[in-house]
């Protein structure tokens, strides 16, 4: 019987653990944390899916290729189209109540760039919680074994296949053996001072990936979310909030993203982000306003409670009355479009290592991702990594490219440390801040080339992690110079990816001889001994 072992409980882990177990493999997942410490625990406007008559495959297909602003990949953009639906009877079967109209149709959402309401959603905006619980359920119900609380330290492999997982779990080291390992671990948003992700998105199994050599691409893509209500806490307020009427204004109370877009407040997510952020620079980083309080007519303060129940609870608990004064937002990292490079069944560059979800680079999502497309995204090709991983054999896997010294590869300042440049001592405040500045909804080449030196040297610092918050700051930094990497790559501006200087670039795969030495190595001074990035051109 093949042993799968699953990595991560989001939609995309646990989809692919009951796939794989309905194939008749035994599985095993495991989750950093508690099964719900996902990201689809705080996923709020929804899931988007061909199920209404009128709506159509071809049009999802040319909605999200058009928000992946030309470089998203139709095949993939097809599987999701065209398996949304089954995978939405899954979920309803699954026990998850999708919002009904009065009348018991499926009630339909819009956010921006959606040329048709398509979005599901549950509980008002708390669609991921509703989704999660009943895939927990599910899960708990299964033949899958659970191993909460077990960190990813690293891929194991042999013969250059994946044979298993070194996990920790109450401080203990040790390996757990699998014939296939799907990586399920989500995105990385905590690279970011600003961002919707919980604390878990630390980017484990794509810096498991790289420093096994896995091919890994498009991080250069990281999708910052308009609309988070300012301050520390930066709680999200769903696109469909927008989608419902909700305006967004400056400091003068003027509507300013008609400006960047024929769309206005629905045109895609990278363009009203960046004309947030510019607009805030220019009214000295004073946060813009959205403005929900002409939502629904006369009854805005009952459709905003009824429809967003979540949103609601947490601006007013944020001191906001938001059906009668607009709020402050600002945007914050919120996706990553790029990751391990992954064909339609999820599999890897690594026999036996297969990925779903946020981790995963399917080119489904382009260089922006369409909203609504992510927990399609876990469902969809979630299902397709864990049938494939349940099956015994592999097909003939691309051979890796060739590697490539960095200092060859044309990335300038990629991956070179600067004797001189001035670096504080690494925290992960300091990283999170440094990524904001240097990678973030903008950024140029001295901006990177700054981030790029910094990040170098605390790669040298930091090392001989033991717990799994060292493993997280290493990991985080891993991913950190791989996004700074592709970022200073890809010289022209498309889709999220913003770069104030222009000139014309090809796009990057990034592949890794990032390794780990154990503590006790002879090598233990420099636990990671290269985390040089090769790049190479993919396409
Ligand atoms: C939102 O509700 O605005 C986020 C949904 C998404 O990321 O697709």
Redesign the pocket.
């Known amino acids: 019987m093949t042993h799968v072992v699953v990595v991560g409980s989001g939609i995309a882990g646990i989809t692919a653990a009951l796939h794989a177990d309905a194939a008749g493999a035994a599985v095993t997942l495991v989750t950093k944390g508690a099964l719900q410490d996902a990201n689809t625990t705080v996923?709020?406007?929804?899931i988007a899916a061909v199920v209404f008559p009128e709506d159509s495959v071809k049009a999802h297909i040319r909605d999200t290729l058009a928000a992946g602003a030309g470089l998203g990949a139709p095949a993939a953009a097809r599987v999701l189209a065209d398996e949304g639906a089954a995978r939405i009877d899954e979920l309803i079967e699954a026990g998850v109540a999708f919002d009904r109209t009065a009348g018991g149709d499926l009630a339909r959402g819009l956010?921006a760039a959606h040329s048709f309401p398509r979005v599901l959603h549950a509980g008002g905006d708390a669609t991921g919680r509703a989704i999660e619980e009943a895939l927990v359920a599910r899960l708990r119900a299964s033949g899958v074994r659970v191993l909460e609380h077990a960190f990813l330290i690293d891929l194991v492999t042999a013969d250059g296949r994946a044979t298993g997982v070194d996990l920790m779990i109450a401080g203990c080291r040790g390996i757990l053996p699998a014939d296939a390992v799907v990586l399920a671990t989500g995105g990385a948003g905590r690279l970011y001072a600003h961002t919707t992700n919980p604390a878990v998105a630390t980017g484990d199994g794509i810096a498991a990936a790289l420093r096994a050599g896995a091919e890994v691409a498009d991080l250069e893509f990281v999708q910052f979310?308009p609309t988070v209500l300012a301050g520390p806490a930066c709680f999200?307020v769903?696109?469909?909030v927008r989608g419902e009427g909700a305006t967004i204004v400056d400091a003068a109370g003027r509507r300013f993203l008609f400006d960047a877009h024929p769309d206005g407040e629905l045109a895609p997510r990278d363009v009203v982000a960046r004309a947030i952020a510019r607009r805030m620079r220019e009214q000295d980083g004073r946060p813009v306003l959205l403005d929900a309080t002409s939502v629904r007519g006369a009854d805005t303060a009952a459709f905003l409670a009824a429809r967003f129940p979540t949103i609601d609870a947490a601006v007013r608990a944020h001191g906001w009355d938001w059906a009668h004064s607009p709020i402050p937002i600002t945007p914050a990292a919120?996706?990553l479009m790029g990751g391990v490079v992954t064909d339609l069944d999820g599999r890897t560059s690594i026999p036996g290592l297969f990925a779903a979800g946020e981790c995963a680079r399917t080119g489904v999502h382009g260089a922006n991702?369409l909203?609504?497309?992510?927990l399609l995204e876990g469902a969809v090709f979630g299902a397709r990594a864990g049938a494939a991983a349940a099956s015994t054999g592999w097909p003939t896997v691309r051979e890796p490219a060739a590697v490539v010294p960095s200092g060859a590869s044309g990335a300038s300042g990629a991956s070179g440390a600067s004797a001189d440049i001035a670096a504080p001592p690494f925290s992960r405040a300091a990283l999170q801040e440094l990524m904001w500045r240097g990678a973030g909804v903008e950024r140029d080449a001295p901006g990177l080339a700054h981030a790029t030196a910094v990040l170098s040297r605390w790669a040298a610092a930091v090392r001989n992690p033991r717990t799994p918050a060292d493993f997280e700051h290493e990991n985080l930094l891993t991913v950190a110079r791989a996004v700074v990497a592709a970022a200073s790559v890809r010289r022209t501006s498309v889709g999220a990816h913003f770069r104030r200087d222009d000139p014309a670039c090809r796009t990057p795969v990034i592949r890794s001889v990032a390794t780990r030495h154990a503590p006790d190595s002879p090598e233990s001074g420099t636990h990671v001994r290269s985390s040089a990035h090769v790049l190479q051109e993919a396409r």
């Not at 996923?43 to 929804?46: L, N, S, V």
């Open positions: 996923a709020q406007g929804g956010e979310h999200l769903s696109e469909a919120h996706y991702r909203a609504s497309n992510s």
